[in-house]
């Protein structure tokens, strides 16, 4: 008896599940070329967030030890919140060069919500990946909402 009530239980469950709305993505990646010295205009859209571009920024590091530490390569992406509501989000970008090997890799965020209209510049340095990175000829931008 208590199978049988185990067995219909699930059975609905699996019914609702079916039923239900599917839930919004909540990641959204493009993958594409790497622009290296000039703004790439790009349009990658997550709910009201959108991307416009990035900016590859290589400081020059002569004479130093360590080229790529602190202020080491970075990408500076603009993101518009063209929504009706405040979003929260994350950033990925990921780095390859011609043989599809990851050379590069780092994250951004914004500090609270980005309002509807508004518009940000993130930073998404290149810290702890980031050696070969001039070597990259590609890139993967993720953009998550964080809700």
């Given at each position: 008896m208590a199978a049988r009530r185990m067995i219909a239980l699930i059975g609905t469950m699996l019914l609702a599940a079916q039923l239900s709305p599917p839930l919004p993505a909540q990641i959204r990646s493009a993958r594409g070329p790497l622009v290296?010295?000039?703004?790439?205009?790009?349009?990658?859209?997550?709910?009201?967030?959108?991307?416009?571009?990035?900016?590859?920024?290589?400081?020059?590091?002569?004479?130093?030890?360590?080229?790529?530490?602190?202020?080491?390569?970075?990408?500076?992406?603009?993101?518009?919140?063209?929504?009706?509501?405040?979003?929260?989000?994350?950033?990925?970008?990921?780095?390859?060069?011609?043989?599809?090997?990851?050379?590069?890799?780092?994250?951004?965020d914004h500090t609270g919500k980005l309002d509807p209209g508004e518009t940000v510049q993130v930073k998404v340095p290149f810290k702890d990946v980031n050696q070969d990175a001039h070597l990259a000829t590609s890139l993967q931008i993720s953009l998550e909402l964080k809700r």
């Open positions: 290296k010295d000039e703004i790439a205009r790009v349009s990658l859209k997550n709910a009201g967030l959108v991307i416009h571009g990035y900016r590859f920024v290589r400081p020059a590091r002569i004479m130093q030890k360590n080229p790529f530490g602190d202020g080491g390569p970075s990408l500076q992406v603009d993101i518009a919140n063209e929504g009706t509501t405040p979003e929260d989000f994350g950033l990925v970008v990921a780095l390859f060069d011609r043989e599809g090997r990851l050379v590069g890799a780092g994250t951004g």
